[in-house]
């Protein structure tokens, strides 16, 4: 009894509301719908409300991405594969290569230059260190005078030892 | 106007979701294209409410390359639509907190008349999206609210998204979702109430 009489008051604003969501139980629903069918300033003012929203809504779906937008996304997502082609851990491994790489091409690159400097005495030394035949000569010519001078030492003494 | 559930609910469509899912993965293009024909027009418009200005492609992207991302991580425990709303509020609130920073550090260097200026001229970029008074009264009073209230909004009123997928989105206890729509209604209507008397005159 009193409950109906709860009901016949009018609802608040909250309830109304949930109404108006569909989030009543189905009891309140009942009871709600009933109330509202007979009472006209409830009726009103819930109608007041749904107008303020549909106009919210109507602009608010108005609202459509156009052509251009869609295709600039949809190029965007796409490009986010791209660099997942090639396995990010061959990619990181090749940069950590390239990273070290570098200074140790620069390391050897020093490194021979002056071993080449000093990889020149070093052959002279060896030659030096031959016994002094007419042979050995050849190995430490210079130029084509000493060329020429060196075999003919060369073959002279050839012809010395075969005589 | 009764609560209308977005498609995505029924068995079927939890089904081509899964086949989405993998799709979007794997970077297939036809998965790639249902994603943006999907999803793009809520994630936009979504965006266009909450943030008042139709100037949102960027963020939009990058709302999108962000779902991208976590594809891998998503449990497929929430519907796609849920979790891109739960990452399309997130990101919002971060865009407005940056936004606000970035207006006090302005306003603390400018002379009063360019402030006055930028206000102006702010106002008259928002106006541009209205197609009539009420519009841009309706609009002005949802950029004024305090941005919980205004998701709460979007979200139900606009979106018309249950109290339960609400929840699940602003990551609140239901309860809440209800009290406090209830207040964002209330301070809605109490900002309409000075545009809605100007109107009926």
């Known amino acids: 009894m009193s409950e109906t009489q709860k009901v016949e008051r009018h609802f608040d604003d909250e309830m109304l509301w949930q109404w108006h969501d569909g989030e009543l139980n ?8 009933n109330h509202l069918n007979r009472c006209a300033s409830c009726r009103q003012r819930v109608e007041a409300m749904e107008r303020l929203f ?12 156009t052509l251009a937008e869609q295709i600039q996304l949809r190029r965007a ?10 396995p990010s851990v061959l990619v990181n491994a090749s940069r950590r290569l390239v990273r070290w790489l570098a200074p140790a091409v620069a390391v050897l690159g020093i490194l021979f230059v002056l071993l080449r400097d000093e990889a020149a005495p070093a052959a002279e030394t060896l030659v030096s260190l031959l016994p002094e035949t007419p042979e050995s000569n050849l190995l430490l010519v210079t130029t084509d005078d000493e060329l020429e001078q060196a075999m003919w030492e060369m073959a002279s003494s050839r012809d010395e030892t075969q005589e | 106007m009764r609560t209308t559930e977005p498609t995505g609910g029924d068995l079927r469509g939890r089904l081509a979701e899964t086949e989405l899912i993998e799709g979007c993965r ?3 293009p036809e998965a790639l294209d249902e994603l943006v024909k999907r999803y793009h027009p809520a994630v936009l418009r979504v965006c266009v409410s909450l943030l008042g200005s139709r100037d ?14 976590r594809f891998d991580k998503f449990q497929g425990r929430s519907l796609i639509f849920t979790w891109l709303y739960e990452i399309t509020v997130n990101h919002c609130r ?11 550090f302005s306003l603390q260097n400018l002379p009063t008349e360019t402030v006055e200026q930028i206000a102006a001229d702010e106002a008259s970029a928002s106006e541009r999206l209205e197609i009539d008074e009420l519009h841009g009264h309706l609009h002005q009073a949802l950029n004024q609210l ?6 709460l909004i979007v979200l139900r009123d606009l979106e018309e998204l249950s109290y339960e997928k609400i929840a699940e989105i602003c990551r609140i206890d239901e309860k809440l979702v209800k009290s406090r729509l209830y207040q964002a209604r209330q ?3 109490g900002k309409m109430k000075k545009y809605a008397e100007a109107f009926h005159e």
């Open chain 2, 146 to 151: 305090e941005s919980k209230y205004r998701e």
């Open chain 2, 56 to 69: 949102v492609e960027d963020l939009v992207q990058d709302i999108f390359i962000k779902v991208l991302r």
């Open chain 2, 187 to 189: 301070a809605l209507a």
């Open chain 1, 77 to 86: 997502l796409e490009q986010q594969f791209v660099p997942e082609e090639m």
């Open chain 1, 26 to 33: 189905e009891r309140e629903m009942t009871a709600a719908q």
């Open chain 1, 54 to 65: 549909s106009v919210m809504q109507k602009r608010h779906h108005s609202v459509q991405p």
């Open chain 2, 26 to 28: 794997a970077g297939d």
């Open chain 2, 94 to 104: 971060d865009e407005l907190r940056r936004r606000q920073r970035r207006r006090w």
